[in-house]
């Protein structure tokens, strides 16, 4: 199964911008789609975005659109979340998913990152 190492968290102030990223080294990268989940205080995981192998096709929440991007570098196996005008409700653990894919963006993922904490302050 794929290990996926997260980093970039951290305490930002409302308006703020961080980047994420999560490396999966010593596997095939382009063949699986890679997500990003969060999972606020008391509440449960959501989707954030994902993105196919190719990077043909992305995804996002209806709440991270037009401020968070998400991207990745095949070379680097490694996929990143830009997040751009941060507010206080981001606040939350990030954490980066991978599964296996044909192109498409699955809707279950089998491999998982340790988390990567973001705080936004108001």
């Known amino acids: 199964q794929v290990r996926l190492v997260e980093s970039g968290g951290g305490l930002v102030q409302a308006g703020g911008s961080l980047r994420l990223s999560c490396a999966a080294p010593g596997r095939t990268f382009r063949s699986y789609a890679m997500g990003w989940f969060r999972q606020a205080p008391g509440k449960e995981r959501e989707f954030v975005a994902a993105?196919?192998?190719?990077?043909?096709?992305?995804y996002y929440a209806d709440s991270v659109k037009g401020r968070f991007t998400i991207f990745r570098d095949n070379a680097q196996n490694t996929v990143y979340l830009q997040m751009n005008s941060l507010k206080p409700e981001d606040t939350a653990v990030y954490y980066c998913a991978a599964e296996v894919s044909d192109g498409g963006i699955p809707v279950e993922y089998s491999a998982w990152g340790q988390g990567t904490r973001v705080t936004v302050s108001s």
């Open positions: 993105m196919s192998g190719s990077g043909g096709s992305i």
